[in-house]
């Protein structure tokens, strides 16, 4: 397969360029590439599909949000929330399945918090929750046999680590990109792909 992946140097996304790489073509994109794709721009995602042909799979690993307490949460902040991760990557949806080949499949990115809700995570959980209800609904539309479906991964082991916080109880980005994997490998559609239950031991 022909696979474009959206932020592909980000800390998930480069370890999925690496594990579907293995049996597919892949084409990884980001901000600084050539062409540059940033999600927050639709005109961009609209003029690297129309210049690359034959795209079986988009996988998007793009997208952030503001991590606040919710008393210092401003109009800005959600501002930015809504249209990076969650606009920007139903608008990876939207373009995408006008370009995809038939039976195609479209894999975008949530997150834990969606479920499983921090203090400071209010933003975040709103923008994950609001996504994969998105998926759901989008999926039974996609035209031509197209899937959509949603990766939900975990606090990542880098991203913990990141932030100086116990990195314990993280899974490994390469170990999340196992759900990726399956998304575009996979017959499911309309599904958000939990990232745990394709750890073996997890």
Request: charged content about 20%; some cysteine.
């Amino acid at each position: 397969m022909k696979i474009i992946v959206i932020g592909a140097t980000g800390t998930i996304g480069s370890e999925v360029v690496k594990a579907l790489s293995k049996r597919h073509e892949v084409i990884g994109v980001h901000r600084k590439s050539s062409p540059a794709v940033d999600i927050e721009t639709p005109a961009t995602i609209d003029a690297l599909l129309s210049n690359v042909k034959d795209v079986d799979a988009i996988v998007c690993c793009a997208g952030s949000g503001a991590f606040k307490p919710l008393l210092e949460l401003t109009d800005e902040d959600i501002a930015y929330s809504l249209s990076s991760k969650l606009v920007g990557q139903v608008a990876v949806i939207r373009h995408a399945v006008k370009y995809l080949r038939d039976g195609g499949s479209v894999t975008v990115t949530s997150g834990t918090l969606a479920q499983n809700p921090m203090p400071g995570g209010a933003a975040i959980s709103m923008i994950n929750s609001g996504l994969e209800g998105f998926v759901r609904g989008a999926a039974l539309d996609a035209p031509r046999g197209i899937r959509v479906n949603v990766v939900s991964p975990p606090w990542l082991t880098e991203t913990l680590i990141m932030f100086k916080m116990d990195p314990t109880h993280g899974m490994p980005a390469v170990d999340s990109a196992k759900a990726y994997v399956a998304s575009v490998e996979g017959k499911q559609t309309g599904q958000t792909l939990d990232c745990t239950k394709f750890v073996q031991g997890r």
